[in-house]
């Protein structure tokens, strides 16, 4: 299916989730990220032709970003499911199409924690997706990849440790109370 749409029309909200591939035709698209306070991260601009939102249909996750028109356009949506089917037909080219998604899923990940939240929900967030390996790691590799300084890291476990969250057992920080995360931080 072929739409002809007018500058400011939303291709699909972050969050939502796809059974389309959008193939920009014509125009120039926006894909930006939703900040607190309502504030807009660019992600990227595409213009027409170009696929947008492919990562969702790879991956079988919701837009981890929307977008808009930022001119007139012309937008085909096509059903990805028939196309993932053609594709499972060639494993090479279905498990290099995987194994992109997962890298493009990381760098979404990184672009959401580096440019949208703070030290403080990095790092919560850090913990509730990975106990195992925050409680394997030393604090300055947890500080390495959150890209924070050790020194705001160690200030930080502060808060989780009076908040019952984690706790310090042999010298080693153990998480206790997971659930509480998401009672005390957003992201």
């Known amino acids: 299916m072929v739409r002809r ?53 790879l991956t079988g996750t919701p837009f981890p970003a929307s977008c808009r028109l930022e001119r007139d356009g012309v937008v085909g949506l096509l059903r990805f499911k028939g196309i993932l089917e053609e ?3 060639v494993p090479l ?42 409680e394997s790691l030393k604090q300055h590799h947890v500080a390495s990849i959150l890209n924070i300084k050790p020194e705001t890291l160690s ?3 502060l808060r ?11 010298g080693r920080l153990v998480v206790v109370n997971r659930e509480k995360i998401p009672v005390h931080f957003q992201w």
């Not at 400011?8 to 972050?14: A, M, P, T, V």
């Not at 908040?163 to 310090?168: Q, T």
Request: proline share 2%.
């Open 5 to 57: 749409l007018k500058k400011g029309s939303i291709l699909f909200l972050e969050g939502e989730v796809s059974t389309y591939l959008h193939l920009l035709i014509e125009g120039e698209a926006l894909v930006y990220k939703s900040a607190k306070g309502g504030r807009e991260v660019v992600i990227h601009r595409f213009s027409g032709p170009t696929i947008i939102g492919e990562l969702a249909n």
């Open 87 to 89: 594709l499972e037909k």
């Open 93 to 134: 080219a279905y498990n290099f199409l995987q194994s992109l998604a997962k890298k493009m899923l990381f760098l979404d990940n990184l672009i959401h924690s580096s440019l949208l939240l703070d030290s403080e929900a990095r790092i919560a967030k850090f913990i509730y997706e990975n106990p195992d390996l925050f």
């Open 155 to 157: 200030r930080k476990l």
């Open 160 to 170: 989780f440790k009076e908040l019952g969250i984690i706790e310090n057992r042999h």
